[in-house]
């Protein structure tokens, strides 16, 4: 190839672009580097003085409130009932993510619909119909679950509720079941009971008691306190847990809550896992139960030897899981208000699945559909007197949510039952905080708060009374002008009103709730009993004359009087029948003629009592 001119200038100008471009890149790159360097050093003297900035505007703030504050105590005039409060100094959180006060609520802003307004506008349907739709569609899909972890084919039909009373279905809603289509009940497992952390604060509490002098309160702790894990606790392999009441083999919603409450006191119990398994356990078989019937009491796993399906039962709405078909308003209350202690001091949220939800709106629904029991209710049972099992007597519209039974499961008198509305207007406060907090569900919250307002509102507009020339809490109402005045031992109770939490804006001072407590702990109501072993309030679940320890625990638990409490401690020591355990009831003069003795409820509640106040002894 010949190497010509023309060549040597290409060769050149190749070199001479290559040997160019290289000096640039050297020296931009040289300056790049010096400008980002230079970047570097003024952003962060930039962020220097914009710290020092905030530093001085939040001393000057500091300055500023200090000085008002000061001019305020010196010159009360000053103060300017208008002004604005003086604002936070802003902290190192992100904006999102500091809450001062909870967002305004659709129902806060609505004030005037009510609960059973908003669910019909929001669901098109009649509130009935409402709950109807979401009783079957839950219970439904709660069937085929159980079906398909039991083994039985999905295909099997799924018998619709009866809501309305036709042949022998007198007492409704009710599910018909049949054995061959349902699936066996979860297998119980084996499992220490109690665990080691229970013996463990066993042995921690009787220490303290016993290094007090206080031997015969010890000797009854370490037998109730670990009494319903030891005698009535079931796992089972479901991740459910069953707890029976005692020397009856079924479950009470209420009575099995109250009974793993007193676990729920001890730091050493929450953190422990197998008694997250318990509680958790016990509260999601509560919600398995409450679908079954949202009306029952009580419940079973199975058909016990003795139970069957005959037309008696089922006339009275017993299928294979409810047992009792009395409505009692507190049971409902109970479920709400465990599921809430247990986040409370656990900081656990496993509880509050899709299945805990629906159950919640299955419950205030109900609620809603009971405010008008006169018009609405599907409720029937065969046991209540009145118009075809509807109630025992007639009630008119007032606002609170109606009630078939007492915590004692004896019928109410008059169907708005004051204590289980104060319960309710409790648990609903815990629901409106569960719905916000966890579920963001802006529909359940809703229909808590206007549901709460209008059952504590109707409270003390129907069940305030004067007696003595003091206004106080009727037991019972019925919204036309009736009342009962008395208490009954069984929990909520209106000496129980401190423990369950209610408090209303209402009465601000407590001075109904206060002279409420003087009117029940005597001679004024017609179930306190005064003996020569004890004074209590008993029941007319048992025979007359005879104390409730569960009421005397129960003055001692409401209680900031020292005197007062080591009294109920002296009467409890004093009327175990030498046993150690609590009783059902006693009689005032004779402790040794008691009602059931294994009643695991008040054995916990004692427990409660002790941990609650031991070291004041």
Known sequence: MRFTFEHQILVFLIIWVVGYSTVLRFYFQDTHSKTVDDNKAEVQQLQQQLELCKDEKDALAKQKREAELLLQQKDPSQKDSNSKPIPKPPDDKKKDDVIDKPKKTNAELDTKSTAKDYVENFSGKKIVEYFRYILTESSTNLTMRERQRGGKSLDLPIQEWIFSQQGKYDSVPYQVTVPENEPSPPATITATLPPKSVADEVDRVCSILEGKGRTKLAEMFRKCYPNTLATTTSLLEDGTTYVITGDIDLMWLRDSSAQVHQYLASPFLVGDPEMQRIVEGLIKRQSIFIQKSPYGSSFRLKLRPGDDLSDFHVSKARNIYVS??????????????????????????????????????????????????????????????????????PVDYTGMTWTAFRPSDDQTTYGYLIPSNMFAVVALGYLEEIAREIYKDDRLQTIAFKLKNEIDEAIHKHGVV???????????????????????????????????????????????????????????????????????????????????????????????????????FDVLSNTDAGSNFMHESFHNSNPSSFTRHWFAWANSLFSELVLKHMDSL
Not at 527 to 542: C, E, L, M, V
């Open 324 to 393: 009792m078909h009395n409505y009692e308003l507190d049971s409902l209350c109970y479920h709400i208000w465990l599921s809430y202690q247990w986040w409370k001091v656990s900081g656990r949220t496993d509880i509050f699945d899709a299945e805990w939800q629906r159950v919640a709106h299955i419950i205030v629904t109900l609620w809603i559909v009971e405010q008008y029991h006169h018009d609405l209710s599907p409720y029937r049972y065969k046991e209540l007197t009145r118009d075809g099992g509807k109630w025992s007597s």
């Open 466 to 568: 004067s007696s003595g020339g003091q206004k106080i809490y009727a037991y019972e109402v019925d919204g036309r002008g009736n009342s009962n005045l008395m208490d009954d031992a069984n929990v909520p109770s209106l000496l129980s009103i401190e423990y369950i939490g209610y408090k209303s804006k209402n009465d601000p001072d407590g001075s109904i709730a206060k002279n409420t407590r003087s009117f029940i702990l005597s001679s004024s109501n017609p179930f306190y009993y005064s003996g020569s072993k004890a004074d209590g309030i008993g029941s007319p679940h048992t025979p007359s004359g005879n104390i409730w320890p569960m009421s005397i625990i129960m003055k001692g638990l409401t209680s900031s009087d020292l005197a007062e409490v080591s009294d109920v």
